[in-house]
């Protein structure tokens, strides 16, 4: 039932708060408000909350929790819930806090001594039914589903907090075969882990339901234990009556609880605005202040919205170089791809109320925003810069001087963060609610406020240290990134097209020995098709179970290696399908038709690192390890024939930036001789001398090397080099005995992001990693390797963004004829005419190296070729 469905009868939505804050604390990473205190719990509850009253409309509410006191079942049973985990610390101040959140919204909140929420709600479900209303109990405990009946319903949360499934009658005898009173007495046969109820030992859900079936309840199952077939189960029954029938006890809700509740005040309208709207901003949930009424009245002053012609425009120079400032945005046309949008209006504004918008008529734009965009005097503000930047680029304008990117400065605040729509932003930052405008109006706005925005980030960014990284990076990578998408990269489509068709005939051939190898033809992509084989025909062991039957998943398939040629052949199939369908078959219609090139999007406000990524396609996945994969580049060429591809790659940064950071005599050392890390290490550890290092030494020294660097566990390194843990742990306690400098600044870095909540870099970027102090095992382990990741790989990403920006500038300044096209992982890629190639690549060499001053060199690697798969060395001196 929705808002606009007629509803016949008051509705009674029962909430159980402590299962859903769990659900909710689990569901989302933690959050912070300014004040330092943990929120996703509450955050989580209260979004859903808000969704359930969106969605469903109910006309009274009331949230049941548990006491800390003992309940009665505790007295019955000591070992009650005796196995249940504390509560991470992180969730217990969010209790009190979400009930004071729900007292702000005049949500009643029932909880009392001696009884668990279950007993609340069923008391209270039981209570509402009897004087006529339909009742919805929102839990993610299956116990209450015993409660079931014609006027209650229960809405389980099945996974996270969005998942719902409505239990009814119907659903409950469709799913169990049994009414929902007998539910307790299966849960009296068969226990329940997750209470600690022991029931009787060997009988499951399976077994409980038949025998319910044949015999009705547990009463009669033990009086008629003769009856039940299986010697061992009779045996159990006799043995553990008395248990089954406390574990019946302990499993029923009780219904009777002295509860006095007038269900006609428990309305969910009466909060007052005002008191949760402050009450809100106080625990950060900007997000959620959209929906109140006080919105109105922060309402921006009227804007201005006014149309100009070209006379107009050719006025705005002189206008914007008084003012100093600018903002911008543009709408480009949505049915043309990023390389050859059109731009169809151009809004502007100044630090006042009017926002001036330019409706575009003729194909070319440059004659009017020409000298304002290139100006380095005028300073743009830029809503969406590096795709307006793009756009510009198209019609012969290179924008400079780009001052402020809202998205961009958020991103740097809150990097760990999924990127909020730019009506987010402006919620949270200013208090703007949009929800009434049209999009003319909130694009108008946005650009309005873009000036007020722009002080309160940075102001912030200030004060965190980020403006300098966020001024002189990542600004003005913009730039560059948009050039980037512009050249983009040329494709010898026939040679996809080729590739294509010897992989598909390749996987034919591995079906059809597939199918010969087990005497029947079965869809090789249909994972149930795929375990009947494996499991019930073939008889190999089961690994592992799914909702739908067996998993045959890469893990799965790993264990059962070497137990089944069969094996082997899937693996690849898949491996090969993979290829075609992700890159060989999918880049084709990603070719620009009027430039034969893909445009890749570069972006670089998605990774909590400050790694750029790319999409649409996706070249930074593109395989390099396996031949096919190798393959694929093959069709990555120059622009003409006149042109080669440059590849310039760093070697081994991250080890050097590991060095670095850790200050370790012996890896500086070796860096600084020039000897090869790897080998050094594995002559180290496994105490050979440098000469007689054999690869696969120096390949696990290679594992070890990165893998510490990347915080890895014994656990992780015994996975890598397919070895015991005991033995990893062996290799990565005399790593640290040699590179002692590692190991502690491995913990000092621990420990400072314990007191600070934050990972840094060397040029100062942030990584917020408040689960490092988890009471939770897992998620303190994960925050610890991010903790020791982050600024070795972050440090990485921004000697990385410095070289473009440095290589950039200088070719600007070159009358050389070379492109920037691609940037993947440590790697640069260029085309370059041929007769400028020395130069070029001495030019990019020198600025590449000297993009960063670290105790260790930086050193890349030059390689050429007629396309990105046939690289050969290029040697080439150095100036430095």
């Known amino acids: 039932m929705t808002n606009d469905q007629k509803k016949d009868k008051k509705t009674l939505f029962l909430l159980d708060g402590h299962s859903i804050t769990h659900r909710a604390f689990y569901a989302l990473p933690l959050l912070t408000n300014d004040e330092g205190q943990y929120t996703n719990a509450v955050f989580g509850f209260i979004r859903m909350l808000f969704s359930l009253t969106d969605e469903w409309n109910p006309d009274r509410m009331v949230v049941t929790f548990d006491k800390k006191a003992p309940t009665f079942r505790h007295e019955e049973y000591e070992e009650y819930k005796a196995n249940r985990k504390k509560m991470p610390e992180e969730l217990v101040p969010q209790i009190p806090m979400l009930q004071q959140t729900l007292a702000k919204l005049e949500i009643p909140i029932i909880a009392q001594e001696g009884y668990e929420a279950d007993d609340l709600l069923g008391t209270l479900s039981k209570q509402a039914s009897a004087q006529d209303y339909d009742v919805y109990i929102i839990t993610g405990d299956r116990d209450a589903l015993q409660l079931v009946s014609e006027n209650v319903k229960v809405m389980y949360t099945r996974k996270g907090l969005s998942d719902l499934v409505i239990y009814d009658l119907e659903k409950i005898l469709d799913k169990y075969e049994l009414p929902p009173e007998k539910l307790i007495d299966m849960k009296g046969l068969m226990g329940d882990s997750s209470d600690n109820i022991p029931g009787v030992p060997g009988i499951g859900e399976k077994t409980a339901i038949k025998l319910l079936k044949q015999f009705d309840s547990i009463d009669e199952i033990l009086n008629n234990i003769d009856q039940v077939s299986g010697k061992k189960r009779k045996e159990n029954l006799r043995k553990f009556s008395d248990q089954a029938k406390m574990s019946y006890r302990l499993a029923k809700i009780k219904r009777d609880v002295a509860v006095d509740l007038d269900f006609d005040k428990c309305r969910i309208d009466l909060y007052d605005d005002g008191e949760v709207v402050?009450?809100?901003?106080?625990?950060?949930?900007?997000?959620?202040?959209?929906?109140?009424?006080?919105?109105?009245?922060?309402?921006?002053?009227?804007?201005?919205?006014?149309?100009?012609?070209?006379?107009?425009?050719?006025?705005?120079?002189?206008?914007?170089?008084?003012?100093?400032?600018?903002?911008l945005s543009l709408k480009i046309a949505e049915d043309s791809c990023a390389r050859n949008g059109k731009i169809r209006e151009i809004i502007y504004a100044f630090e006042d109320n009017n926002v001036y918008s330019y409706k575009v008529e003729a194909d070319n734009i440059a004659s009017v925003l020409k000298e304002v965009l290139e100006s380095e005097k005028i300073a743009k503000l830029f809503i969406n810069a590096k795709e307006s930047s793009l756009a510009l680029l198209c019609e012969g304008i290179e924008v400079k001087a780009i001052a402020f990117e809202p998205l961009l400065a958020y991103y740097l605040l809150q990097p760990s963060e999924t990127l909020p729509e730019l009506e987010e932003v402006y919620s949270r930052e200013l208090e703007l609610g949009m929800q009434e405008f049209d999009q003319e109006q909130i694009l108008a706005l946005e650009t309005s406020k873009l000036f007020k925005l722009k002080d309160k980030l940075i102001k912030k960014l200030k004060n965190d240290n980020l403006y300098d990284l966020f001024k002189n990076m990542e600004l003005p990578l913009i730039k560059v990134l948009a050039r980037m998408e512009y050249n983009g990269v040329k494709i010898d489509k026939d040679w996809l097209e080729k590739l294509s068709d010897k992989l598909e005939k390749r996987l034919d051939i591995i079906t059809k020995k597939a199918h010969e190898m087990v005497d029947e033809e079965f869809n090789l992509n249909s994972p149930k098709q795929l375990g009947e084989i494996l499991f019930e025909k073939l008889g190999l062991p089961v690994i592992k179970r799914t909702k739908t039957g067996y998993s045959t998943n890469a893990s799965v398939l790993e264990k059962l290696e070497g137990k089944h040629p069969l094996i082997p052949l899937i693996s690849e199939y898949r491996e090969l399908a993979k290829l075609k369908s992700t890159y060989i078959d999918s880049l084709p219609p990603l070719i620009n038709s009027e430039t034969g090139k893909i445009h890749t999007s570069f972006n670089q406000m998605v990774t909590a690192t400050g790694r750029l990524s790319?999409?649409?396609?996706?070249?930074?996945?593109?395989?390099?390890?396996t031949e096919e994969g190798r393959e694929i580049r093959k069709a990555f060429i120059p622009s003409d024939e006149n042109m080669l591809l440059l590849a310039v790659d760093y070697s081994q940064i991250e080890l050097r930036v590991f060095a670095h950071l850790s200050g370790d005599k012996r890896l500086k050392e070796a860096f600084n001789s020039g000897r090869d890390i790897h080998t050094e290490t594995a002559s180290e550890i496994f105490e050979v001398e440098a000469e007689q290092v054999s690869p696969n030494l120096r390949r696990h020294a290679k594992v070890i090397n990165f893998g510490l660097a990347y915080g890895m566990s014994a656990y992780g390194l015994s996975q890598d080099l397919d070895i015991p843990v005991e033995e990893a742990q062996d290799y990565i306690d005399k790593y640290f005995e040699r590179f002692s400098g590692v190991k502690k600044y491995m913990d000092q870095t621990i420990e400072k992001v314990k007191k600070k909540g934050y990972a840094e870099t060397l040029y100062g970027r942030k990584r917020y990693i408040p689960e490092i102090n988890s009471s939770n095992y897992h998620r303190r382990s994960f925050a610890e390797r991010s903790a020791i990741n982050t600024p070795v790989q972050g440090t990485a990403a921004d000697i990385m963004k410095k070289s473009m920006l440095d290589v950039y500038a200088a070719l600007e300044n070159e009358d050389l004829a070379i492109n920037i096209l691609l940037q993947v992982h440590d790697e640069l890629v260029f085309e370059v005419r041929k007769e400028d190639l020395a130069e070029a690549a001495l030019l990019i060499k020198n600025k590449m190296e000297a993009a960063a001053d670290l105790d260790v060199p930086l050193l890349v690697d030059l390689q050429i070729a007629e396309n990105w798969r046939d690289k050969e060395d290029y040697e080439v001196e150095s100036n430095a």
């Open 614 to 625: 790319s999409t649409n396609p996706n070249l930074q996945n593109i395989p390099i390890r």
């Open 278 to 327: 402050e009450h809100f901003k106080k625990l950060g949930f900007s997000s959620l202040l959209d929906r109140f009424e006080y919105k109105k009245e922060l309402q921006p002053e009227n804007i201005n919205f006014i149309a100009v012609g070209e006379k107009e425009l050719s006025e705005l120079k002189q206008k914007a170089l008084e003012k100093g400032e600018i903002a």
